[in-house]
């Protein structure tokens, strides 16, 4: 069992910057792949990055070359680096976690965090 709590979001003006993080309980953490979704008002729940359990990373097309995701497993965490934020990457971001890789689609991932809210503003 993996509980997932995200962090760090909040308001930031259009250009600006945010670290969200998701911390995970449990000792397999590590042997997990970590990902990050976000859902829009209206819209549905989109994949934005992953990380698999040997660093290996994916993105989005949409927010290549903007964000970041990392993990540091001694502290359970991952984290998303958002950079160059637009008023479209407004959304509540979720955390999730499951054996081998990330469903982009969604569906199908074990873990689930609560959600955090990232806005911005133009």
């Known amino acids: 069992q993996v509980q997932l709590v995200e962090s760090g979001g909040g308001l930031v003006q259009a250009g600006g910057s945010l670290r969200i993080s998701c911390a995970g309980s449990g000792r397999s953490f590590r042997t997990y792949a970590m990902g990050w979704f976000r859902q829009a008002p209206g819209k549905e729940r989109e994949f934005v990055a992953y990380v698999t359990y040997s660093y290996r990373t994916y993105y989005a097309e949409s927010v290549k070359g903007r964000f970041t995701i990392s993990r540091d497993n001694a502290k359970n965490t991952v984290y998303l680096q958002m950079n160059s934020l637009r008023p479209e990457d407004t959304a509540v971001y979720y955390c999730?976690?499951?054996?081998?890789?990330?469903?982009?689609?969604?569906?199908?991932?074990?873990?689930w965090g609560q959600g955090t809210q990232v806005t911005v503003s133009s």
């Open positions: 999730a976690a499951n054996t081998g890789s990330i469903v982009t689609t969604g569906e199908g991932n074990e873990y």
